[in-house]
């Protein structure tokens, strides 16, 4: 074969390869762009269904919760609003109202646990939805209304709640907050 044939070949092989390189290259910045955007995906959606303050659900993920409720076991929905907090706000300013309220609204859902899931509401107000379990639901309020309860000098934070049962009670999501709100 003559010298310059050879060369035509192998520059015609050297640009079938740096052809392939730059589209295998293509794919693959292709697949990392697919995969970030689905990770933002998956973010903005928890940033969407969380209450920025304390990590808890939020109204709109309450809501959705409620849409998607199992009608073979009775849940409880409670709504808690404390009662103290503007005149902590006021004292003590507002980030250490904030820190009051992440750390009332962990001790609701540690009280909770498995058996149920807190949501803030906005501001001062927090609902829970819960298994019962065949435990005394007064009870369980109580033990909850204890979970958003904390003294200190010169300040007493408690709550006001209001419960309703599902699905017995409410048709569905709005009525059930309405009622459960009535009831505090």
């Given at each position: 074969?003559?010298?310059?044939?050879?060369?035509?070949?192998?520059?015609g092989?050297a640009?079938?390869?740096?052809?392939?390189?730059?589209?295998?290259?293509?794919?693959?910045?292709?697949?990392?762009?697919?995969?970030?955007?689905?990770?933002?995906?998956?973010?903005?959606?928890?940033?969407?269904?969380?209450?920025?303050?304390?990590?808890?659900?939020?109204?709109?993920?309450?809501?959705?919760?409620?849409?998607?409720?199992?009608?073979?076991?009775?849940?409880?929905?409670?709504?808690f609003?404390?009662?103290?907090f503007?005149?902590?706000?006021?004292?003590?300013?507002?980030p250490?109202?904030d820190?009051?309220?992440?750390?009332l609204?962990?001790?609701?859902?540690?009280?909770?646990?498995?058996?149920?899931?807190v949501?803030?509401?906005?501001?001062?107000?927090?609902?829970?939805?819960?298994e019962?379990?065949?435990?005394?639901?007064?009870?369980?309020?109580?033990?909850?209304?204890?979970?958003?309860?904390?003294?200190?000098?010169?300040?007493?934070i408690?709550?006001?709640?209001?419960?309703?049962?599902?699905?017995?009670?409410?048709?569905?999501?709005?009525?059930?907050?309405?009622?459960?709100?009535?009831?505090?």
């Amino acid at each position: 074969m003559s010298d310059s044939l050879s060369l035509v070949l192998f520059s015609g092989t050297a640009d079938k390869l740096h052809a392939a390189a730059t589209l295998a290259a293509v794919m693959i910045r292709l697949t990392l762009t697919f995969r970030q955007n689905v990770a933002m995906l998956r973010a903005s959606r928890d940033e969407a269904l969380t209450d920025s303050l304390t990590g808890l659900g939020n109204r709109r993920a309450l809501t959705r919760a409620l849409e998607h409720l199992d009608d073979a076991k009775p849940l409880v929905l409670a709504l808690f609003d404390l009662d103290g907090f503007k005149t902590y706000n006021d004292t003590y300013g507002h980030p250490a109202g904030d820190v009051l309220l992440t750390r009332l609204g962990a001790n609701l859902s540690a009280y909770f646990g498995a058996s149920g899931r807190v949501f803030r509401m906005g501001g001062d107000e927090f609902c829970a939805l819960f298994e019962p379990r065949g435990r005394d639901l007064s009870t369980l309020l109580d033990g909850a209304a204890m979970a958003l309860s904390e003294q200190g000098e010169g300040f007493y934070i408690g709550c006001s709640y209001g419960a309703i049962t599902l699905p017995g009670e409410a048709r569905d999501a709005a009525e059930a907050l309405k009622i459960a709100d009535q009831r505090m």
